[in-house]
T-cell receptor
Framework: EDQVTQSPEALRLQEGESSSLNCSYT??????LFWYRQDPGKGPEFLFT???AGEEKEKERLKATLTKKESFLHITAPKPEDSATYLC?????????????FGGGTRVLVKP | DTEVTQTPKHLVMGMTNKKSLKCEQH?????MYWYKQKAKKPPELMFV???????INESVPSRFSPECPNSSLLNLHLHALQPEDSALYLC????????????FGNGTRLTVT
């Protein structure tokens, strides 16, 4: 069965304390891994897409990497405004091509 | 502000009511989606429309009825809901061949009493 697991479930950081979030997946036919940020009461906001092992993408203090089994979202020197839930999702090929499967998310709280 | 607009933002309805959720986008996207999200859980796919035709129904109960009147609009008709259907209902759109370009609205917070 295809699965997407994110860890940790929650992360409390001091401002400036860098850390990494993990998204591991057991799927066949991966056609993309996506990272989203979701603020309370809002819809998810697209951050990155990764397609192949070794690929990296960066945006401000965030950097996403991908291996054959997992993806990491690195937060460098976070600020309080980086507090949010970070979701990863995978897209499968074939008949399920229009479907994203989401992980459970990591709730990040950055304290000043 | 999101480019996918959902109305209403909040909705309270009784189990015997009929209501509709609305979603609109003007990005020219030809794929539109309904997701359901419970508190502290990830979004769960309900329906996908591609070129105004229903392409995926994730075994959603018939008390939820989607409709795509044109390429910019997506509705979700609700009837005889249960309290456990209370959730955040998210609409999203994307170009049909680029699901990575998924744009979400801010959702409708639904409470069923």
């Amino acid at each position: 069965e295809d699965q997407v697991t994110q860890s940790p479930e929650a992360l409390r950081l001091q401002e400036g304390e860098s850390s990494s979030l993990n998204c591991s997946y057991t799927v066949s036919g991966l056609r993309g891994l996506f990272w989203y940020r979701q603020d309370p009461g809002k819809g998810p906001e697209f951050l990155f897409t990764l397609y192949s092992a070794g690929e990296e993408k960066e945006k401000e203090r965030l950097k996403a990497t991908l291996t054959k089994k997992e993806s990491f979202l690195h937060i460098t020197a976070p600020k309080p405004e980086d507090s949010a839930t970070y979701l990863c999702a995978v897209r499968l090929g074939g008949a399920a091509g229009n479907k994203l499967t989401f992980g459970g998310g990591t709730r990040v709280l950055v304290k000043p | 502000d999101t480019e996918v607009t959902q109305t209403p933002k909040h909705l309270v309805m009784g189990m015997t009511n009929k209501k509709s959720l609305k979603c609109e986008q003007h990005m020219g996207h030809r794929a539109m989606y309904w997701y359901k999200q419970k508190a502290k859980k990830p979004p769960e796919l309900m329906f996908v429309y591609s070129y105004e035709k229903l392409s995926i129904n994730e075994s959603v109960p018939s008390r939820f009825s989607p409709e795509c009147p044109n390429s910019s609009l997506l509705n979700l008709h609700l009837h005889a809901l249960q309290p456990e259907d209370s959730a955040l209902y998210l609409c999203a759109s994307s170009p049909p061949t680029r699901q990575e370009d998924l744009h979400f609205g801010n959702g409708t917070r639904l409470t069923v009493t």
